[in-house]
């Protein structure tokens, strides 16, 4: 699936996203923007991270505009603490890098600015764009064709995927410019797309996946013409570079809205396009798929509790818990096995279900590597609990921490209780499900089976 090179659409020429950007400025856009004086937003400079602020003066100073852009202002107006504030400008990259000594000029289709400050915090600045990045193409040689595409800031407005990700904040005067109708929705509580969706999602499907992670997160309704076009273009997903499919995907999981985006996945059967061997379990007629739809989603509605709680939870669990279904429904359960064939089976079945999923998806060898050996951990953890001890050799495997983490995650989705056994050989903050009151193991090495419960 990887395709090097153009990260999406190598079909789409030059041409076509030149007239879609026109068709965009004209039939939807041509109009002068929106303009939000200080006095009816709530936007502070308090509330703008202190280096970004530098930054924009600095630029402001030397005459250029300089606007706070994209996910910072939509956190800022939400009043949420945003993740980065990113700058954009009239300057152009190398007199960006005069105006800042500590900055250096990063990017291969699009040059933009990073200008690094104390305990490596990172400002980016890009100079306005025409168009996006991601419909670059390239040219017959099969090489990228290197246009910076400088342009005003309307059509850096429109260049961008959702209303709500398109307000510029004007350190010349506070105010917020409007040029797509992103404060309506923010206001309406609504995710559409900038221009028409069928067009926005031909030139770059993975805003489908990113139309899906700000709706779960805000909790916003998706457009019903947006949602109708991820229906229909779902498909086209699989012309993306795998690399950047997974890069957002995993963004949905890890984020703390992972429940609410596979739900929306779901929905739109987004999720059978990117992984299609989950429609097996997932499909209409198969009488389970609602209780395994359920469970699914319980699974990461507990991720999302633990992001929300500030863990940190490894992307070896997040893809191991993906996989559940296609396990569940892969179990040896045949009467006339035994169980080192049951074992072996299912240690196959792993291998092999992980190379089919992760595999177009240029997933890390080390990373489905650790998947594989947590998922198989499953099995020793649950023999161990049952003989009422764990060895050492166990113990002292790389992933015990995380295969404990999973059967944890697990368990609690099934209200099952995990026993003192497991709670003992991990620290007692691991799971914050897990009840603080056990007690220490008597020794080292090995527990007796009276500490079962
Ligand atoms: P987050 O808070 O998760 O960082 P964000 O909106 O800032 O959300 P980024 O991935 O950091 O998301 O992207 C920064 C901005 O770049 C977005 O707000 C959006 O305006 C623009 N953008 C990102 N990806 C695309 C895309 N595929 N097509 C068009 N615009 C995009
Ligand atoms: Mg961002």
């Known amino acids: 699936m990887e395709k090097p090179g153009v990260p999406c659409d190598q079909d789409a020429g030059k041409s076509s996203i030149v007239r879609s950007l026109h068709s965009i400025n004209s039939q939807h856009f041509n109009m002068a923007p929106l303009v939000i004086p200080r006095s009816e937003h709530p936007i502070s400079r308090k509330m703008i991270d202190e280096e970004a602020l530098k930054v924009l003066y600095r630029l402001h100073r030397h005459g250029f505009s300089a606007y706070l852009v994209g996910g910072s202002v939509r956190d800022l107006l939400l009043g949420k603490i945003p993740k980065d504030f990113d700058v954009a400008t009239n300057a152009h990259p190398h007199e960006i890098t005069l105006l800042f000594k500590n900055s250096r000029i990063i990017g291969r289709r699009f040059r933009l600015v990073q ?19 991601f419909e670059e193409t390239i040219d017959e040689d099969g090489k990228i064709i290197r246009t910076d595409s400088f342009g005003t800031p309307e059509e850096d407005a429109l260049r961008r995927d959702i209303t709500i990700n398109g307000l510029f904040y004007n350190i010349a005067d506070f105010s917020i410019i409007d ?96 992984f299609p061997d989950l429609l097996r379990v997932f499909a209409d ?86 998947t594989s050996q947590i998922l198989m951990a499953q099995w020793n953890l649950r023999k161990s609990i049952n003989r009422g001890m764990i060895s050492k050799g166990l113990r002292t495997k790389k992933y015990f921490r995380e295969g404990v983490l999973l059967l944890g995650i697990l368990a609690q989705a099934k209200g099952e209780r995990v026993p003192r056994l497991l709670r003992n050989v991990v620290p007692s903050d691991l799971l914050p499900w897990w009840p603080k009151d056990f007690r220490r193991p008597r020794r080292s090495g090995r527990f007796s089976s009276s500490m079962k419960r």
């Open 179 to 274: 040029y797509i109708g992103g404060m309506a929705d923010l206001k309406q509580r609504v995710i559409r797309t900038i221009g028409h969706p069928n067009e926005r999602f031909q030139q770059d499907p993975v805003r489908m996946i990113r139309v899906i992670r700000h709706a779960a997160r805000t909790g916003f309704v998706i457009e019903d013409k947006t949602f109708q076009a991820i229906i229909r273009h779902r498909e086209e997903i699989r012309r993306c570079s795998s690399s950047r499919v997974r890069d957002e995907f995993s963004r949905d999981l890890k984020e703390g809205a992972a429940q609410p985006s596979l739900e929306l996945m779901l929905r739109t059967h987004l999720l059978f396009s990117l």
């Open 115 to 133: 200008v690094f400050f104390k305990e490596r915090k990172m400002v980016e600045v890009s100079t306005f764009r025409s168009h996006s990045e």
């Open 285 to 370: 007629r198969n009488p389970l798929n609602k209780q395994d739809e359920t469970f699914f989603l319980s699974l990461f509605g507990l991720v999302d509790q633990l992001v929300k709680m500030g863990r940190t939870v490894p992307e070896s669990i997040l893809y191991s818990l993906l996989l559940t279904p296609l396990l569940k429904s892969a179990t040896p359960e045949h009467p006339f096995l035994g169980e080192r064939q049951r074992y072996i089976y299912s240690m196959q079945t792993i291998r092999l279900l992980i190379q089919q999923v992760f595999t177009p998806f240029s997933i890390p060898k080390g990373l489905k590597e650790m």
